[in-house]
């Protein structure tokens, strides 16, 4: 993984692109018969980017979770799918130097989407998702670490993450197709949660 963050960093921060603000209190287009069950993001084992600021494990796991449940529970089909979030690399910005060096925020996830009636992941490996702060959430000449705190840099990234997650997930609709057999099933903490599958041990520790 360490041998790869590097130019992750770099290729995410060439690609991010401007957003418009979003207004998540509307009612989406319907995506099949989506509807988000259980929403498991784990950073046991993230690794950090050079000089990042350092957050709690408890810290990215929660924002994350918050920020994909805020854009995706508005979907409300009679299916339950899982979502399995593996935070593999992170870099939180430190202040840099104006206009000389201006180092920017990045987010690696490795994301698998599960049927609840199968327990089966839909797609056959992890969804690689890179996302920086965004061409709107960038301060191109101080750098995001000058004039933001790690807990708003975290907030951004967790932010774009889930938009990009939504679309992964509206690129292929054939997931959700809606199935008249199975009955609506409501979903509570303790319906049983798929296993989340890790990232290969080679590259988490390389």
Known sequence: MRRVLGPLFLSVFLAACAAEPENLSETPAVLGDFRLGHNIAIA????????????????LETELQNAVAKRLRRYDGDGLYHLGIVMGGLVLAQPGIPVVY?????????????????QERLNPEAK?????????????????????????????????????I?????????WFIPKPE?????????????PVVEAPEEEATN
Do not use: C, H, K, Y
């Open 182 to 194: 199975r009955a609506r099933v409501p979903f509570t903490i303790s319906t049983p949660a798929p």
């Open 166 to 174: 939504e679309v992964w997930l509206n690129e292929n609709p054939e």
């Open 128 to 164: 690689r998702i890179q996302v920086g702060e965004g061409m709107r959430n960038m301060v191109p000449l101080l750098g995001s670490g000058l004039v933001r705190e790690a807990d708003v840099q975290l907030a951004n990234l967790s932010a774009n993450a889930a938009r990009e």
């Open 44 to 59: 046991d084992n993230v690794v950090l980017g050079p000089f990042s600021r350092e957050l709690t494990e408890q810290q």
């Open 102 to 118: 201006a180092p920017q925020s990045v987010m690696i996830l490795d994301v698998s989407v599960f049927d609840n009636v199968t």
